[in-house]
């Protein structure tokens, strides 16, 4: 199986996963945080349905500068409008990468901030890293948030507590 059709399908389970624990985030509870330095849980779930959208940074160019290159953030209010735009940035991610060829993935891709290099990676890594293994790290978070505000939290790799 190409590269390429491996990462599609993993992002289509991720994002399957993402929509079910989104689906749960409660309005009503949008400005909570866990901690003065945490985000609120709209952000933390608005940060997570953005994250899709750095597979279109990563495979259009060589790399991106978190200080001066423009990265659309996601600011909704509403469960719907987070769906919807979870949804229709996987759906952009899936469109991107289904016109790639491999061998584009094994170049190099490059995140900056303020011109001093974070990191470097083959862009089939970088979309690993910066939207697959960053979205399940924070939806991770987010269960947290759940919890603590008595929501149920769906299973993510099998069943939660919650659905025993």
Same mark, same amino acid.
């Given at each position: @199986?190409?590269?390429?059709? %491996? ?12 929509? &079910? ?10 400005? #909570?945080?866990? /901690?003065?330095?945490?985000? +609120?849980?709209? &952000? ?9 959208? #750095? $597979?279109? /940074? ?8 978190i200080v001066h290159d423009h990265f659309? !953030?996601?600011?909704?209010? $509403? ?15 899936? *469109? ?9 993935? %094994? +170049?190099?891709?490059t995140f900056k901030r303020g011109g ?11 979309? !690993? *890293? @910066?939207?697959?293994? /960053?979205?399940?790290? /924070? !939806? ?6 759940? !919890?603590?505000?008595?929501? +149920?939290?769906?299973? @993510? ?8």
């Amino acid at each position: @199986m190409a590269i390429h059709t %491996d990462i599609i399908n993993e992002l289509k389970h991720e994002a399957a996963n993402t929509v &079910r624990i989104l689906n749960n985030v409660p309005e009503d509870k949008w400005d #909570w945080k866990p /901690h003065e330095k945490s985000f +609120s849980l709209g &952000r933390l779930a608005c940060h997570i349905a953005e994250l899709p959208g #750095w $597979t279109n /940074h990563i495979l259009s160019g060589s790399s991106f500068d978190i200080v001066h290159d423009h990265f659309d !953030r996601l600011a909704v209010t $509403t469960k719907k409008e987070l769906l919807a735009a979870a949804e229709e940035r996987a759906q952009q991610a899936v *469109n991107a990468l289904e016109k790639v060829k491999d061998g584009d993935l %094994d +170049s190099s891709w490059t995140f900056k901030r303020g011109g001093a290099t974070v990191f470097e990676l083959p862009k089939k890594a970088a979309i !690993r *890293n @910066m939207v697959l293994n /960053h979205i399940i790290h /924070h !939806r991770g978070q987010l269960s947290v948030y759940l !919890r603590l505000l008595d929501v +149920s939290v769906p299973g @993510m790799y099998g069943p939660s507590a919650d659905e025993r």
